[in-house]
């Protein structure tokens, strides 16, 4: 039987509460109360006659100012190269010095059929003070990468299967190091004060050429404090 660690339950677990939170937040106008800066400001709710009150407490995000919090991600990359499918997972900080500013690092990994590559991934977004709001970043990533390449023809036995050089055979070699730069384009969305759901989508531009850039689409749920 497959066991599955307790810090993968527990985060889906929260997930879980989330989007139930999340969804019974969809009808609230005053969606961020779990902030105690937008509940400082929100304490006495927009009057049931006021529209323009309760549309404003539904889509003000401008507590996000001086949040931090820490992010999981999960994506996934289209390798021309190879056509390969990479897929990964990102873990980091991501901080709001002003409320439509955000920069964040983090540590990324992601491996495909031919190769993986793993390391520090750093960058900035832009957006507005709402509560759904589409961002424009930019990013960086650092790190180790390797690459499958033909081994049939060096009189070893790369694989380890007992035949040397057999037709198919394939060895795997760390390339060395791996920057890449990247325009970013996304969602942000708030269920509640201190959570937010990000989707993106990166065009990486690679230090190994442009027949290595790739697209990269994700998701991103990130917990907040302050
Ligand atoms: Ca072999
Ligand atoms: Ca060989």
């Given at each position: 039987?497959?066991?599955?660690?307790?810090?993968?339950?527990?985060?889906?677990a929260?997930?879980?509460?989330?989007?139930s939170?999340?969804?019974?937040?969809?009808l609230k106008?005053?969606?961020?109360?779990?902030?105690p800066?937008?509940?400082?400001?929100?304490?006495?709710?927009?009057?049931?006659t006021?529209?323009?009150?309760?549309?404003?407490?539904a889509i003000?995000a401008?507590?996000?100012?001086?949040?931090?919090?820490?992010?999981?991600?999960?994506?996934?990359?289209?390798r021309n190269?190879?056509?390969?499918?990479?897929?990964?997972?990102?873990?980091?900080?991501?901080?709001?010095?002003?409320?439509?500013?955000?920069?964040?690092?983090?540590?990324?990994?992601?491996l495909?059929?031919?190769?993986?590559?793993?390391?520090?991934?750093?960058?900035?977004?832009?957006?507005?003070?709402?509560?759904?709001?589409?961002?424009?970043?930019?990013?960086?990533f650092?790190?180790?990468?390797?690459?499958?390449?033909?081994?049939?023809?060096?009189?070893?036995d790369?694989?380890?299967?007992?035949?040397?050089?057999?037709?198919?055979?394939?060895?795997?070699?760390?390339?060395?190091w791996?920057?890449?730069?990247?325009p970013?384009?996304?969602?942000?969305?708030?269920?509640?004060?201190?959570?937010?759901?990000t989707a993106?989508a990166?065009?990486l531009?690679?230090?190994?050429?442009?027949?290595?850039?790739?697209?990269?689409?994700?998701v991103?749920?990130?917990?907040?404090?302050?």
């Amino acid at each position: 039987m497959v066991r599955i660690p307790p810090l993968l339950v527990r985060l889906f677990a929260s997930l879980l509460l989330l989007s139930s939170v999340g969804c019974a937040n969809l009808l609230k106008s005053r969606y961020a109360m779990d902030d105690p800066v937008y509940a400082a400001k929100y304490e006495v709710g927009a009057e049931k006659t006021d529209v323009p009150g309760k549309v404003k407490q539904a889509i003000d995000a401008r507590f996000v100012e001086g949040l931090n919090g820490k992010y999981l991600a999960g994506g996934s990359q289209w390798r021309n190269a190879t056509q390969g499918l990479l897929t990964g997972a990102e873990w980091g900080y991501e901080y709001y010095p002003t409320s439509w500013y955000s920069s964040r690092v983090g540590l990324a990994g992601y491996l495909g059929p031919d190769d993986w590559y793993a390391g520090l991934d750093t960058g900035a977004r832009i957006q507005l003070p709402t509560r759904l709001t589409p961002f424009a970043g930019v990013g960086m990533f650092n790190g180790l990468s390797t690459v499958r390449a033909d081994a049939s023809d060096d009189r070893k036995d790369n694989d380890e299967d007992g035949s040397i050089d057999e037709f198919d055979e394939m060895e795997t070699n760390v390339d060395g190091w791996l920057s890449t730069v990247y325009p970013e384009l996304g969602v942000h969305w708030w269920p509640v004060g201190q959570a937010r759901i990000t989707a993106y989508a990166r065009y990486l531009i690679s230090s190994e050429g442009r027949a290595l850039d790739d697209w990269l689409a994700g998701v991103q749920f990130t917990a907040f404090d302050r």
